[in-house]
């Protein structure tokens, strides 16, 4: 395992991107038109009975969050666009002043000179598409290929890297597991939705081509390795295989190859516009998973003594490592696009950036193709179905009064940047003895 104490300094290369990530839902506030927004309203479904409302108040306030962000040293930000914000009604009715408001918010990220990655679909979807059955319907994607190729005709001049989905293997909580919208727990709709993602990555990809020729396409993974609980038991292997296609490899296989294949829906077919589909790849990190087949939902409970953060993730540092060469082996450059830690104790923060840091400098040591690396997130924010709780940001949140507050956490990752290296003197200087080993 990489230590924290048996280095001296690591050093990221020249142009190496540094920011935050945010989606839109998460810190704007005011949605309403969206299927979060409608299984917020259901009794139990978040914790605390919190609603996403107001949450950080970035719609109005994004102008002060890029101008922290800039005085972080930050020169990236990634943040999303709310779909339901520029079609609340239908597909080919659009709001101009919401169109307008999102050349603004690019605009002023311009204007402090950072690079802008775009999200296009984070987890919300607006209602009209939601109720119609998301993309488990045939032709779905035609619907989010006319919103995509109306930004890329908008802000085609402004962002510099695209991302058709944030993690398009969350569908499996929703669709399989029964925790997000639209709470279903059937594996033959979860293959149909699968499939539909993958066909709606193919459409929005040239929708964004077609208008914005040298425009760099990418897919944003939550990368996790599926390891059997019990090594030897076969059932737990072969869960943890299911679960890697559903998660990870069908979307490899899809944006490499074409393929799409589903077999318990009878689904395969060579798609020509998913054939090598992403100009790069995004990789968000936080945690690898166990599997127990005997466990109702597959995923295994952490266990006694282990380090977990507030969402009862382990750490896995050394998952992360594998993550990242899993997919540098496409053969495409790699950004890290989400990597963080909800928690209370900002030590704590401070000490995950640096494990994961030393990670990434591994992987660059070892010559793999990384090219930047974002924290999640900016803000405190709206963490779906764990509400506030959480508190996974560089800043912290007043929810009452939406003051901003630095954590130290930021400011350790602010010296990183401006240095581009990370020594162990400046993990001394913002962790104590006791948070290293
Ligand atoms: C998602 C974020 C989320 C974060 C922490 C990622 O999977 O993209 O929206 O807040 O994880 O759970």
Known sequence: MLSLTDFDRVQFPEN??????????????????????????????????????????????????????????????????????????APEKFDTKEIEHYRKVFEALKERGMKIFLTLHHFTEPVWFAEK???????????????????????????????????????????????????????????????????????????????????????????SEFLPQRTHDFLDQHYADLFDYLWNECFIQGVTTGRISFPLIGEDEVVS??????????????????????????????????????????????????????????????????????????????????????????????GLDLRGYLYWSLLDNFEWACGFRPRFGLIEINYETLERTVKPSARFLAEIIENNEMTIQMIERYLPQSYRF
Not at 20 to 41: D, H, I, M, P, R
Not at 275 to 293: A, E, K, M, P, Q
Request: proline letters at 3%; a negative charge; one cysteine or more.
């Open 133 to 223: 059955g998301s993309f488990t319907r045939k032709g779905a994607e035609e619907d989010f290929a006319k919103y995509v190729s109306r930004c890329a005709e908008e802000y085609g001049d402004l962002i510099d890297f695209w991302i058709t989905y944030n993690e398009p293997q969350v569908a499996l909580i929703g669709w399989l597991w029964g925790e997000f919208p639209p709470r279903k727990t059937d594996l033959a709709l979860t293959c149909r939705e699968l499939a539909g993602r993958l066909k709606g990555h193919a459409s929005a990809r040239a929708a964004i081509k077609e208008k914005v020729a040298d425009a760099q396409v990418g897919l944003v993974m939550a990368v």
């Open 16 to 89: 190496f991107l540094w920011g935050a990530a945010a989606s839109a839902y998460q810190v704007e506030g005011g949605n309403t038109k969206n299927q979060w927004y409608l299984f917020e309203q259901e009794e139990g479904r978040i914790e605390n009975g919190d609603r996403c409302g107001r949450s950080c108040g970035h719609y109005e306030l994004y102008e002060e969050d890029f101008d922290l962000a800039h005085d972080l040293k930050h020169n990236t930000h990634r943040l999303g666009i709310e779909w339901s914000r520029l079609c609340p009604e």
């Open 273 to 366: 516009e998913l054939v090598d589909s992403c100009d790069w790849w995004g990789v968000n990190f936080y945690t690898d998973l166990r599997i127990n087949s005997r466990h109702p939902r597959g995923i295994a409970e952490t266990l006694p003594g282990e380090r977990v953060t507030q969402m009862g993730w382990t750490w896995s540092p050394e998952g992360y490592f594998r993550a990242i060469e899993r997919f540098a082996k496409l053969g495409k450059p790699i950004y890290l696009t989400e990597n963080g830690i909800g928690t209370l104790d900002d030590y704590e923060r401070v000490r995950f950036i640096s494990e994961h840091l030393r990670v990434a400098a591994a992987a660059l040591d070892k």
